[in-house]
Antibody, heavy 119, light 109 residues
Framework: EVQLVESGGGLVQPGGSLRLSCEAS????????MNWVRQAPGKGLEWLSY????????SYADSVKGRFTISRDNAKNSLYLQMNSLRAEDTAVYYC????????????WGQGTLVSVSS | QSALTQPASVSGSPGQSITISCTGT?????????VSWYQQHPGKAPKVMIY???KRPSGISNRFSGSKSGNTASLTISGLQAEDESDYYC?????????FGGGTKLTVL
């Protein structure tokens, strides 16, 4: 069974940093691309970032480019999102989602981890 | 990176059909046959219902169908059931990035 489990969310002050993790199981992680998608409270979904299976292709939404960094460790079956210079508008549930390639749909999602940015 | 445009809400009675539209531009919906639709129940993770405009993942009912014309994609749900009541999001590939619609709340009357 495919499982994606996010962790690392919490309360952080504006300007602070946080690192999210997504641990994958139930599939061959090294053969899949991964994404981060977020959802602000009561709002819609927003795609944030993509990383290919070998980390050779990475892309970001304009809203997080230069502040967030996606990475992965295939030996640990894990995906990461380093979030710096956090703002109140970054408050959201952050989901990791699997895709086969950059043009593929997000076929499995984790349950999400909540990030709250507030003083 | 503007969101795709969806109606905020749609409704229908059990057994009826409804269609949710998703309007983008010729840089996203209009450029690629890479439109997905996700269903999200409150407090749950999204679930893909349609991908590549009109393909259904294994296990998804054939009551769900997708189509596209120009810059507008559509999701049709036939034979509405109570469990279809949910939020629905379209998502389109836009060249090394993805853009979501604002979401549509489906109410089954």
């Amino acid at each position: 069974e495919v499982q994606l489990v996010e962790s690392g969310g919490g309360l952080v002050q504006p300007g602070g940093s946080l690192r999210l993790s997504c641990e994958a199981s139930g599939f061959t992680f090294v053969t899949y691309s991964m994404n981060w998608v977020r959802q602000a409270p009561g709002k819609g979904l927003e795609w944030l970032s993509y990383i290919s299976s070998s980390s050779d292709l990475i892309s970001y939404a304009d809203s997080v480019k230069g502040r967030f960094t996606i990475s992965r460790d295939n030996a640990k079956n894990s995906l990461y999102l380093q979030m710096n210079s956090l703002r109140a508008e970054d408050t959201a549930v952050y989901y990791c989602a699997r895709s086969y390639a950059v043009t593929s749909t997000f076929d499995y999602w984790g349950q999400g981890t909540l990030v709250s940015v507030s003083s | 990176q503007s969101a795709l445009t969806q109606p905020a809400s749609v409704s229908g009675s059990p057994g009826q059909s409804i269609t949710i539209s998703c309007t983008g531009t010729n840089s996203d919906v209009g450029s690629y046959n890479l439109v997905s639709w996700y269903q999200q129940h409150p407090g749950k993770a999204p679930k893909v219902m349609i991908y590549e405009v009109n393909k259904r993942p294994s296990g998804i009912s054939n009551r769900f169908s997708g189509s596209k014309s120009g810059n507008t994609a559509s999701l049709t749900i036939s034979g509405l059931q109570a469990e279809d009541e949910s939020d629905y999001y379209c998502c389109a590939y836009a060249g090394r990035r993805w853009v979501f619609g604002g979401g549509t709340k489906l109410t089954v009357l």
